[in-house]
Each structure stands twice: as structure tokens, then as C-alpha cells.
């Protein structure tokens, strides 16, 4: 194997002066450009706050250690979970199957009757919402709330679960819901 000659180049970004234009640099649009280029998996996060279940999809999940078993994700201060999130100690993380569009789209969905009669729940440990025929779920003990902008990275330590769900993944690319292709 030859090295190269010459360091590759640095990639540029276009003017946004026309049509078709990349973003400007350091831009909220240059991000959000680029991430939805960046597939990723579909979850459900619940909770329980004054009496009545929460929810909302995110696709900001992340694995962060396995010892001790914690995750994250994100959140908006403006949506309308954020208070059931934020007064929570425990979490519900349900990983979306690609039967379960529907499911992903009613829970992004603002003013949506999320918990209405079309929803398959139950209360699971800690009284989390637990959602039926997922591929996998977690009930998680919040153990951080990191300010991010206008949003809060949440920090939790899951302390229940089941991965035994039937089926594949449901994933979020270019601004809608996609399953994996063989």
C-alpha cells in the first residue's frame, strides 16, 4: 500500500448565495443538514407526572457506559413532555420496531392523544409507562439533567428491562421513518 502524496483536501461548503447552496458554516441549518444524512434508531420516551403518562419519539439515543448501564438523550425545554421528564425519577426507553411507524409518528406528533385507545400500555416498574410490542425497553432512574441550549441532555441509569421483542428496527433518516433493507 502506497501513502499518499498529498493530504486529501478539505472538504468545502458552497455559497448560500443560490439555489441548492450548502448551509453556512456553524449554522443551526448546517446541522441539521448533516444529521439528517445520519441514520438512527427510533425510540418512545415515557413517563409518569401528576397521575397521567407522557411520551414523546426521539432519535437521539445513545449507549453511554455499560458499567454502570447508562444512556441519554435529548430534549426540548418548550415540549410538552419536558415537565413530566423533567419532575420524573424514572424513565421509560422503548426501542421502535419497523411495524411500528404509526406508533413513532403519533408520539411525535404534537397535541396527539398519545396514551388514547389506540395505545397498547401498561404501568411497569417505578410506575413508568411501558409500551406494548416493542423491541426492547428499559425503565431508567434519571441520574443527570445537563443544560444544552434550549434543550436538556438527559443521563439515566437503566434498573429494568426486556430486549425480547420480535422483529427489526425502525430507523429515522432524511426526515421520515425508514426499516432496513436486506
Excluded at 94 to 122: C, M, N, V, Y
Amino acid at each position: 500500500m502506497t501513502a499518499p502524496t498529498a493530504p486529501p483536501a478539505s472538504p468545502t461548503v458552497p455559497s448560500p448565495d443560490g439555489p441548492g447552496r450548502s448551509p453556512l458554516p456553524g449554522s443551526p441549518e448546517l446541522l441539521r443538514s448533516v444529521f439528517r444524512r445520519h441514520a438512527a434508531g427510533v425510540a418512545v420516551i415515557t413517563a409518569q407526572s401528576g397521575g397521567r403518562p407522557a411520551g414523546f419519539t426521539a432519535t437521539s439515543l445513545n449507549s453511554v457506559s455499560a458499567d454502570p448501564p447508562m444512556l441519554s438523550f435529548t430534549i426540548g425545554t418548550g415540549a410538552s413532555s419536558w415537565p413530566a421528564v423533567r419532575d420524573s425519577d424514572h424513565l421509560g426507553v422503548h426501542i421502535l420496531g419497523e411495524h411500528q411507524q404509526d406508533l413513532g409518528g403519533l408520539f411525535a406528533r404534537s397535541g396527539a392523544d398519545r396514551f388514547g385507545p389506540g395505545t397498547d400500555w401498561a404501568p411497569g416498574p417505578h410506575g413508568v409507562p411501558l409500551l406494548d410490542g416493542v423491541l426492547a425497553w428499559l425503565v431508567c432512574r434519571v441520574v443527570a439533567r445537563v443544560p444544552a441550549g434550549a434543550h436538556r441532555v438527559i443521563i439515566a441509569e437503566a434498573v429494568a428491562g426486556d430486549p425480547a421483542g420480535e422483529g427489526r428496527p425502525l430507523l429515522y433518516h432524511q426526515g421520515r421513518f425508514n426499516a432496513l433493507r436486506d
